[in-house]
């Protein structure tokens, strides 16, 4: 049985960072490649940054360079989001995926399974 789950969201003030975890199993991690999107209210779900199975390969938006790195850990099956410099407009929940199709791209309609969304919030 599949399971990806996301933790680490929680409020935080501009400026502030925050670590996201995706912990997943049920299949076999080293083969997927996987992303962090997010959504914001009342907005599309949209691509923040992935990285390829064996970690080579990371790609983020303009929106989250410089800012946002993300990383894994095979022997854990488990992907790190870290949020540096965050602004209010990183407000959103959270969502973790993963595909086995070749390539980071960050296209909702690719990726096979996703974690329920953590909650990130920057307010001051």
């Known amino acids: ?58 790609y983020g938006t303009d929106s989250v360079k410089g800012r946002f790195t993300i990383s894994r850990d095979n022997a854990k099956n488990t992907v790190y989001l870290q949020m540096n410099s965050l602004k209010p407009e990183d407000t959103a929940v959270y969502y973790c995926a993963v595909k086995s199709t070749f390539g980071c791209f960050l296209r909702v309609n690719v990726y096979q399974y996703w974690g329920q969304g953590t909650q990130v919030t920057v307010s001051s």
């Open 1 to 58: 049985q599949v399971q990806i789950v996301e933790s680490g969201g929680g409020l935080v003030q501009p400026g502030g960072s925050l670590r996201l975890s995706c912990a997943a199993s049920g299949f076999t991690f080293t083969d997927y490649n996987v992303a962090w999107f997010r959504q914001a209210p009342g907005k599309e779900r949209e691509g923040a940054v992935c990285i390829s199975s064996n970690g080579g390969i990371t």
